[in-house]
């Protein structure tokens, strides 16, 4: 059931207890201008809100009358001019990282998105032809890189073509695993055709899609950890972890993560991302997206 809350501290709450019973039309009346209880007491509504006591809606517990409900509600705050915020059900008091923007059209920087070629065996690199050109696995701790990667090269295991890349964290003490663009020195082979060159002070924005299984839901305290990490190549050719996403929960189908860095600082000279996994679980990622702002 909805409630509405007034701000500040002679708020009030209407909760569910007093709209046992309520219509679908009397839950958009009690929440967008107020009511009156049995007892004679009135309960604010959004149109009560005001900048410095702002009304804020909630929901729990949802029935088809507060479904029926909610076209109603969101004709109301349309009207009137209020704005509107979703938030996950199962929101812990974690940072909730806002909707992911629409991915880009043009100008992506990441080389092999889809993950579609896979390493040629003997390739400069050493890397493994279970993984898909231009990236390479990265962590730290255990298992770190020792967890298990595979590509799937099911079509409907993907999210676009034939190939994502899972990765599963058993038995973890510390750290993270992840699969990220590939990280190698300025002017190596595998860097002038793989990794992205870096402009410093600009921003970018990042993109991947994900799904999984893990005990969390984006919270601080949640056993597994899953967020973007960036990373950029400084001047003395090393590369450094750059910035974090907030937490994303895990999710039975695909996902779309998105995060914008801080300003890139000066003397770098590349950039790198990936989707970490901190903790026990199954992480499946594809189509990866990179712009400079």
Known sequence: MPWAYQGNADGVIADSRDWLGATSAEIVRNVTVGYTNSAGRFYPGMAQSTPDKPAVLGFHDTTPETNGALQGIVDWMNTNHFCTAPLRANTTGGVVPPPAPAEPTAGNLVVNPSLESMWAPGNVGGFPRDLPNCFMTAGYGTPGVKATFTATTDPSLAHSGNVAENVTVANWANGDSKLVIVQRGQGTSTSNSCTPAATPGRTYTTWVWYKGSWSGYGASTDQTKVGIVAYYRNSSN?????????????????????????ALPSGATAVSFGLAIAGNGSLTTDDYAMIAN
Do not use: D
């Open 238 to 262: 090393q590369w450094i972890t750059w910035a974090s996403s907030p937490l994303v929960p895990p999710s039975s189908s695909w996902n779309l993560a998105s995060f914008t860095t801080p």
